[in-house]
């Protein structure tokens, strides 16, 4: 089932912003999302793809709380 995310919430990121946010290379970034480790990107054109404000969020959340011991991720 798919969570319906208010549009306020929700901002496409394009590949500078999601490399600037996350610190990760474009080829560590790509590497993650076919490892599934990291959300695939989103089309918005014939030749163009962005990622969900929200899901990038949540990714550095995570990976955060890993860091500090596996604990729940506050939403």
Do not use: N, Q
Not at 19 to 34: D, F, P
């Amino acid at each position: 089932m798919s969570r319906i995310i208010p549009a306020l919430e929700t901002k496409l990121l394009r590949l500078p912003a999601v490399i600037r946010r996350t610190g990760l290379s474009r080829s560590s970034l790509y590497r993650r999302v076919s490892a599934g480790t990291f959300p695939a990107p989103v089309k918005i054109g014939e030749r163009s793809c962005a990622w969900a404000s929200h899901e990038v969020d949540a990714w550095i959340a995570a990976t955060i709380a890993k860091r500090d011991g596996g604990g729940r991720v506050a939403r």
